[in-house]
């Protein structure tokens, strides 16, 4: 052992002595197992494994705990059990009156998932307040852990916010659904993880509780801390707080039998499953081995493979766009899973008996392309995808906010090692192993296929199996696939070459006085306007934000050609170089880019390492100013839009006006807005035409005349090299377009919208009748008369957030639509207010079941009702000021966010005591009175304008 590592054990002895009262045993010292990749293994007496990795600086801190369960561990007729479980924990432990708001109250965001092997709850919370926010959410999880409460109205409130859960993302969730279920027969992998509604009617309390006691236990958890926390003090408080759990007595076996091994037999045959949608789909799958198997590597960059088969198939038939979904298992699972695609295609006509016949055409194409990957897929394509995988990978690893999700997936797989086991043979995976890969595994006798038609003939509910035996000369050389089950996860790991761990950097500092101290700005000799924050980051890391713009809104808004210029487009070639190129570069500069087009501006950000900083402004400046945008790219960026708006499409040329397009046409002739005008929102029949119309020369004239370097505004924030000033105007300076319009910032006037109802339910719906039926969003909106600088600003502000707090609790809303009524998953409010101009809007949203949906709208314009009539109190204020100004911090808690603070001070020429001071001050000054005042001034429960709608796929 290290003499640190002595340290710190000696330093923990101490803190645990002095920590217990007097008297009382001591908890016990916590063993420590390994170190990988900056994560330090321990694990208490009780069997807890307890994962640190510390990183100083890092301006949050994460909390993790990881129970290994999952649907997979639920017997017949148990189907949803271990989600609905999750669901339940939050409502409170025999301690905690209501988790999940005391968790609100402290300012903390949390969520927990479940998968098919694990289920986790992750939190995360400023570092600054760390030493009580850690103790009290340890303990807020240790009582989670042994004395969750799970009383019967606990349970019964849950049950029907999980039911309406299983109606949102209903088109790709049922061809899941219907892949898994053909592929797994026997395996509980077949059955989804939220569930089955009637398993989830049927269940018993007795039933959910006896799970909690055999899997909610310390020897079966794993508890990791990351970000911006003391190694030494946690590890003696979690020592503290979780070392006395007991694990309790298992369940009796007559009310919770354990589980039998259900091992998938052998597929004999290709596999089909037929179920109705709303629109065609196809799906196809095959079984794969899972996360701790050797071809694990090849296997995640195979899902990354199979969504470019159908893309070269149709990228010249924008008649038939698709739109897809690569199945995220592959590669993530203890046990053999699927790797799958499902491709919506719903121009394709699926109603009958000969239009399903002719699908079949397109399927089989599909399939015999995927099934010979090394003629469809270049060894080039491979690497990349193979180099982009590990890559990411190896940066999320690195990251204490973006590490805990994976690790959480390996510990459910079966060690969290895993992880960067998996990382390792990316790194090492060459193309040979990946097409060696796709040759056992994507073969006939191991496919499933699903097809989703809109043929009445198929019953909605039903899903219609069957087996394809493989016939004729290929029957003599087809064999049965031996997909592999790992039965010793951790045993396969072997040794592992100790990744490097993140470096350390200065704390985000979110003192507006400081911030200005540390800031620089310059104005250029070319105009150009620059603001630089220089800070010690981890890993040297950079954010660059560049703005540019041009145009007045009127004149901008009959053009599309904006639309176009992504970043793929922009990375498909430039200056000299091609697309292969520039992925070479940009892996070699370790470069991040994301780019935003828009009417009047394009917005760059750039995420790179110090040195490579300024090559790195060169790439994006040649990208920028001398884009290829060749013509294949353009058309694979016209037909991923028309996909999207393939729904509405086919609505308007059938003659169906949707309930949002019908909103959409109310408010657009409420502010008397038509086609070309600044502000219209165009329909999605008339986006999807202006896609149609649009041409490459458009989009290339566009650039052309419009991106330069004129009004030009650049943000560095993190590790800045020494001549960043002389760097930017170098490359900046000279591209100049003196015909291009100058830019005129648009300034919105409020124009109010009447009060209007637009609803569409299914037939059986608006009476409960909702089976079958997928979640609807109920909207209640509002176009409101208010800017930034008006004195109702800051009070609505804070009003919004007593209204909507978070989506599980901690807002009116939440608490009426969820806690109370338990009616709602998901409850929201938004209020949009411009940087310029007074049109401001306030939306009010909530999902539900469409037999639930008048409930809801009830629900949501009483809770608006008594608002209005008794106003807010002064600790709902407090809380509301200290969760925005906690957001605020929030947003300085990284580069790029540094960076977006910069920019806004460019453009309003305001300096960040100002602007922060500003907002401090506005809050500060709001009071229950204002508030009410605000909310009465502004709020018209009776121009509400109301939308019921299906909620989105």
Not at 328 to 337: F, K, L, N, Q, S
Request: hydrophobic share 45%.
């Amino acid at each position: 052992m290290s003499t640190e590592r002595r340290w710190m054990q000696a330093a923990l002895v101490l803190l645990l002595a002095l920590s217990t009262p007097a008297f009382a045993e001591p908890a016990a010292l916590p063993s420590e197992q390994r170190t990988l990749g900056g994560i330090t293994e321990y694990r208490l007496d009780n069997g807890l494994q307890v994962l640190l990795m510390p990183q100083a600086g890092a301006p949050r801190i994460g909390l993790t705990v990881t129970y290994r369960v999952g649907s997979r561990h639920e017997g017949p007729g148990q189907a949803g059990m271990a989600h609905l479980l999750e669901h339940v924990t939050f409502r409170g432990t025999a301690s905690i009156a209501d988790l999940g708001a005391e968790m609100q109250r402290l300012g903390v965001s949390f969520n927990g998932t479940t998968s098919t092997d694990r289920t986790n709850y992750l939190s995360t919370f400023p570092a600054g307040d760390a030493a009580t926010t850690l103790q009290r959410m340890l303990r807020l999880e240790a009582s989670r852990m042994s004395e969750a409460r799970l009383a019967e109205g606990d349970f019964a409130k849950e049950k029907p916010i999980v039911l309406n859960e299983m109606g949102l993302h209903d088109g790709v969730r049922r061809m899941r659904q219907g892949l898994l279920a053909a592929a797994f027969r026997q395996h509980p992998y077949g059955r989804p993880v939220i569930g089955y509604e009637a398993d989830i009617e049927q269940l018993s309390l007795p039933t959910l509780q006896a799970f909690y006691r055999r899997h909610y236990r310390p020897e079966n958890a794993v508890l990791m801390l990351t970000g911006g926390f003391e190694p030494v003090q946690a590890l003696a408080a979690v020592a503290e707080i979780f070392g006395p759990l007991k694990n309790p007595e298992p369940p009796a076996a007559a009310l919770l039998p354990p589980l039998p091994e259900q091992a998938e037999p052998q597929q004999t045959a290709p596999r089909v499953m037929t179920l109705r949608t709303a629109g065609t789909a196809l799906a196809v799958g095959w079984r794969v081995p899972g996360m701790a198997h050797e071809h694990a590597a090849a296997v995640v960059v195979l899902a990354q493979l199979l969504g470019q088969v159908p893309a070269r198939l149709t990228e010249r038939k924008p008649e038939r766009p698709f739109s897809l979904a690569v199945l995220g298992e592959a590669g993530r699972t203890r046990d053999p899973a699927l790797l799958g695609l499902v491709v919506q295609s719903p121009n394709t006509p699926s109603a009958n008996a000969d239009s399903r016949q002719a699908l079949l055409s397109l399927e089989s194409q599909w399939t015999d392309r995927l099934q010979d990957l090394r003629r469809t897929i270049s060894p080039e394509l491979v690497r990349q995808m193979t180099d982009t995988r590990a890559r990411e990978l190896a940066q999320a690893l690195r990251d204490p906010m973006r590490a805990p999700a994976l690790i959480s997936d390996a510990v459910g797989a079966g060690d969290w090692r895993l992880a960067f086991r998996l990382q390792e043979r990316l790194a090492a995976l060459k193309p040979a192993a990946v097409y060696a890969a796709a040759d056992l595994y994507l073969r006939s006798l191991n496919r499933v296929n699903a097809r989703g038609v809109t043929d009445a003939a198929v019953p909605r509910q039903a899903m219609q199996f069957e087996e394809q035996p493989v016939t004729g000369i290929a029957s003599w050389f087809e064999r049965p696939v031996e997909v592999a089950h790992v039965s010793d996860p951790a045993g396969e790991i072997g040794e592992l070459k100790p990744p490097q761990a993140l470096g350390a950097g200065d704390a985000f500092e979110t003192d507006p006085v400081l911030l200005e101290r540390a800031s620089r700005r310059y104005l250029l000799p070319s105009g150009i306007k620059l603001g630089v924050l220089p800070r010690n980051s981890a890993d040297e890391r950079v954010a660059v934000m560049l703005g540019f713009r041009w145009g007045r809104a009127d004149d901008m808004a009959r053009l599309a050609g904006w639309r176009a210029l992504s970043g793929s487009m922009l990375e498909a070639g430039a200056a000299g170089r091609t697309a292969a190129t520039i992925r070479q570069l940009k892996k070699a500069l370790q470069a991040e880019l994301r780019v935003a087009s828009g009417p009047q501006s394009v917005t760059v950000q750039l995420l790179t390492r110090r040195q490579h900083l300024a090559p790195a402004l060169q790439w994006v400046k040649e990208l920028l100013s001398e884009p290829d945008l060749p013509e294949a790219a353009f058309e694979v960026e016209r037909n991923a839009a028309l996909a999207r708006l393939a729904g509405a499409e086919r609505n308007s040329s059938e003659g169906r006006t949707s309930a949002p397009e019908r909103e959409r046409q109310h408010r657009m002739a409420q502010m008397g807005l038509q086609p070309g005008d600044a502000g219209y929102q165009p329909s999605g029949a008339e986006l999807a035409a202006q896609w149609r119309a649009l041409t490459v020369a458009d989009v290339r004239e566009f650039q052309r005349k419009h991106w330069s370097a004129n009004d030009l505004r650049i943000t560095v924030a993190g590790q800045v090299p020494e001549g960043l000033v002389a760097l930017v105007e170098n490359l900046f300076a000279g591209w100049k377009k003196p015909d291009a319009p100058a830019y005129v910032s648009p300034a919105p006037v409020h124009k109010p919208v009447a009060a209007g109802r637009f609803a569409t339910l299914s037939p059986g719906a608006a009476s409960g009748e909702g089976d079958g039926q997928p979640a609807v969003v109920i909207s209640l909106m509002q176009e409101l008369p208010l800017s930034r600088g008006d004195e109702a600003y800051y009070p609505m502000l804070v009003g919004t957030r007593i209204l909507g707090g978070g989506a599980i609790s901690g807002g009116r809303l939440a608490e009426r639509l969820r806690a109370q009524d338990a009616v709602s998953y998901r409850v929201d409010a938004q209020l949009r207010v411009p940087g310029d101009g007074d049109r401001a809007g306030l939306r009010l949203q909530a999902s539900g079941a469409p037999g639930r949906a008048a409930q809801v709208e009830a629900a949501l314009r009483e809770e608006v009702q008594r608002l209005l009539a008794e106003g807010v109190s002064a600790e709902e204020v407090a809380h509301a000021r200290s969760r925005l100004l906690a957001d605020r911090r929030q947003r300085l808690s990284s580069e790029m966010g540094l960076a977006g603070a910069l920019m806004v001070q460019l453009e309003r020429e305001i300096s960040f005591a100002q602007l922060l001071a500003e907002e401090e001050e506005g809050l500060a000054a709001v009071t229950p009175e204002r508030v009410l005042l605000a909310l009465r001034r502004l709020l018209k429960p009776d121009q509400w304008v109301t939308l019921i709608a299906r909620a989105p796929s």
